[in-house]
Antibody, heavy 115, light 109 residues
Framework: EVQLVESGGGLVQPGGSLRLSCVGSGFSFDSYWINWVRQAPGKGLEWLAS????????HYLDSVRGRFIISRDNARNTLFLQMDSVRAEDTAVYYCLGGFYAGYWGQGVLVTVSS | QAVVTQEPSLTVSPGGTVTLTCGSS?????????AFWFQQKPGQAPRTLIY???IKFSWTPARLSGSLLGDKAALTLSSAQPEDEADYYCLLHFSGIWVFGGGTKLTVL
């Protein structure tokens, strides 16, 4: 069974940092690009970033470039999102999305930015 | 970055047919945009239905189909069922950057 499981969410103060993780299983994790997507409360989906199979290339949404860094450790089948200088508008459920033609989603992890 | 547009809401009768569309602020949507379609029900993670404009996953209901319609990507639902009531999102690719549409809330009524 293919699974993507996110962790690392929680409450963080504005200007603070948080690191999200996503562990994949049941598929060849190192064979696919993988993405981070978020959904603010009551809002639509927003693509944030993607990273190549071997980690040598990545792309970002303009509003998070320079604050968020996507990375991966294929030896541990794990995707990361380092979130720095967070803002209230970063409050959302964060999903990883990957596998064969982005067919698989994690269950999501909630990040709340508040003082 | 490009803006991707979808109908905010649509209603279909049970057993009826409805088409959701996905447009781009940069011009016509083509196969090069590798359109995806996703379904999300309340309180659940999204589910991927269609990739590369019109290719289904094994779990995608046969009554759903993707296509290019005019200058947009389209998702057509035939023989609508109550369980098809959900939010539907398209996703387009622009040279490494992916952009979601705002979503369509589909009501089966």
């Amino acid at each position: 069974e293919v699974q993507l499981v996110e962790s690392g969410g929680g409450l963080v103060q504005p200007g603070g940092s948080l690191r999200l993780s996503c562990v994949g299983s049941g598929f060849s994790f190192d064979s696919y690009w993988i993405n981070w997507v978020r959904q603010a409360p009551g809002k639509g989906l927003e693509w944030l970033a993607s990273i190549k199979e071997d980690g040598t290339a990545s792309h970002y949404l303009d509003s998070v470039r320079g604050r968020f860094i996507i990375s991966r450790d294929n030896a541990r089948n794990t995707l990361f999102l380092q979130m720095d200088s967070v803002r209230a508008e970063d409050t959302a459920v964060y999903y990883c999305l990957g596998g064969f033609y982005a067919g698989y989603w994690g269950q999501g992890v909630l990040v709340t930015v508040s003082s | 970055q490009a803006v991707v547009t979808q109908e905010p809401s649509l209603t279909v009768s049970p057993g009826g047919t409805v088409t959701l569309t996905c447009g781009s602020s940069t011009g016509a949507v083509t196969s090069g945009h590798s359109a995806f379609w996703f379904q999300q029900k309340p309180g659940q993670a999204p589910r991927t239905l269609i990739y590369e404009t019109n290719i289904k996953f094994s779990w995608t209901p046969a009554r759903l189909s993707g296509s290019l319609l005019g200058d947009k990507a389209a998702l057509t639902l035939s023989s609508a069922q109550p369980e098809d009531e959900a939010d539907y999102y398209c996703l387009l690719h622009f040279s490494g950057i992916w952009v979601f549409g705002g979503g369509t809330k589909l009501t089966v009524l």
